[in-house]
Nanobody, 126 residues
């Protein structure tokens, strides 16, 4: 079974930082893309960042310059480093994996991804 375990969420003050981790197991694919999404109450799931199989990265305008996606293949883990957090960043954050390379114009489309983690809550206080 493919499993994704997201962690690292929590409560942080505005201006603070957090690093989210997404550990995967049972994932026997050599080519894949990883994305991070978030969903706030009453809102649609929003694509934040993606790292493709060739190392290319993509970011939503709302987080560009503040969030950084990276992966450590030796640890089967993908990270989302978040800094300068704002109250509007409060949401449940999800990692997602796609088998094969991402369709670049659609990196932030939910249905581009095949597997999803369970989500981790990030709350930013003002």
């Amino acid at each position: 079974d493919v499993q994704l375990q997201a962690s690292g969420g929590g409560l942080v003050q505005a201006g603070g930082s957090l690093r989210l981790s997404c550990a995967r197991s049972g994932f026997p694919f050599d080519t894949y893309a990883i994305g991070w999404f978030r969903q706030a109450p009453g809102k649609e799931r929003e694509g934040l960042a993606c790292i493709d199989s060739d190392g290319s990265t993509y970011y939503a305008d709302s987080v560009k310059g503040r969030f950084t996606i990276s992966r450590d293949d030796s640890k089967n883990t993908v990270y989302l480093q978040m800094k300068s957090l704002e109250p509007q960043d409060t949401a449940v954050y999800y990692c997602a994996f796609r088998i094969g390379a991402i369709t670049k114009p659609h990196w932030d489309w939910v249905h581009e991804y095949d597997y999803w983690g369970q989500g981790t809550q990030v709350t930013v206080s003002s």
